[in-house]
């Protein structure tokens, strides 16, 4: 995350990253996760179906351009690109529930000792 320029981008810190992939997906980049809405939240960051890749089977609006599968590698460039695209929308990192419910105005300087 660090050599992808996460530390810092659109003000997010890099333990708030890292605080956010730890609850997401525990960092597990094969992490998938069926949402009630019939939606799927694919890799490190659980990036959705719905908005952000395609998975061939939910009607998405595909704002990362991708292919759903593409998040599920060990080589999470792909992923940095849609989480950064997700962040830069209004939401910001609040899109991720897991990052509002355990890091936000949490001491998350933890995650990186």
């Known amino acids: ?4 320029a996460m530390d810092g981008y659109r003000g997010i810190s890099l333990a708030n990253w890292v605080c956010l992939t730890e609850w997401e997906s525990q960092f ?8 009630k809405d019939k939606s799927t939240d694919y890799g490190i960051f659980q990036i959705n179906s719905r908005w952000w890749c395609d998975d061939g089977q939910t009607r998405s609006a595909n704002g ?3 292919r759903c599968s593409d998040l599920l590698t060990d080589n999470i460039s792909t992923a940095i ?3 950064k695209r997700v962040v830069g929308d209004p939401q910001g990192i609040e899109a991720w529930v897991a990052w509002r419910v355990h890091c936000k105005n949490q001491d998350v300087s933890t995650y990186l000792s």
């Open 81 to 83: 690109r849609c989480a």
């Open 1 to 4: 995350l660090k050599a992808a």
């Open 28 to 35: 597990n980049t094969q992490a998938i996760n069926h949402n």
């Open 64 to 66: 990362c351009n991708i």
